[in-house]
């Protein structure tokens, strides 16, 4: 096995010792494996925090392409795996928080929305660490996705933490009751909580606009 693969099954498995070993041994950080993963791209992945800080260190490129089919980004990857620690590491290494990748992905709104209720630590921390509430993926924010799935707890903690509602956020409970009549009680408290707090026109495309590019 080449030095390039050991290093970024290393950095799978999170063996730190064996990843700063080959570094040392000239291993190059963003060298690509037999299946072009690198070894960013599979610590970020499993969640090992004391890699990607090595790697990063080494200096990885925090805005590589990653995931299987070269899609994401370390950080829009951390965040919607969860993997607060991974995100913090990124965040401290200058990681970019706006909308990334080929697929222009917000790490944020991947954090709120990714599985059944979303990443709440994780939110957390990119909002302690300064990111935008209010910014929008294919003209949606957080707020606009969790509840356009239903993901009462997030709407609530997004509500929480200062995330405005709009006309766009409205429409995207009621394009929900539509699409699943049998959550009406959830989706109605959902309701019940936004109509809770002022509502602001024009904060966001209305749902269902989808060509373009968040802003």
Request: aromatic fraction near 2%.
């Amino acid at each position: 096995m080449d030095i390039a693969n050991q290093l970024v099954r290393s950095a799978a498995d999170g063996d730190v010792i064996e990843v700063a070993r080959l570094l040392g041994q000239g291993a190059v950080v963003d060298a690509p494996d037999r299946d072009g993963r690198t070894a960013l791209d599979r610590a970020v992945e499993q969640g090992h925090a004391d890699v990607v800080s090595r790697l990063v260190g080494a200096g990885a490129d925090l805005e590589q392409r990653v995931g299987e089919y070269q899609e994401s980004t370390p950080l829009c990857m951390a965040a919607g795996h969860g993997h607060t620690a991974v995100v913090g590491v990124l965040l401290d290494a200058g990681a970019d928080t706006g909308a990334q990748g080929r697929l222009n992905h917000v790490p944020l709104v991947l954090a709120a929305t990714t599985g059944d209720e979303g990443h709440p630590e994780t939110v957390d921390l990119l909002l302690d660490r300064g990111v935008d509430i209010n910014v929008v993926m294919k003209h949606r924010t957080a707020l606009d996705w969790a509840v356009r799935f239903g993901q009462e707890e997030m709407v609530y903690r997004l509500l929480g933490r200062g995330a405005i509602t709009s006309a766009g956020t409205l429409a995207a409970a009621r394009e929900r009751l539509g699409r699943h009549p049998e959550s009406r009680r959830m989706t109605e408290r959902i309701a019940v909580a936004l109509l809770a707090v002022d509502v602001v026109p024009g904060a966001n495309q209305e749902p269902g606009t989808e060509a373009g590019h968040p802003r």
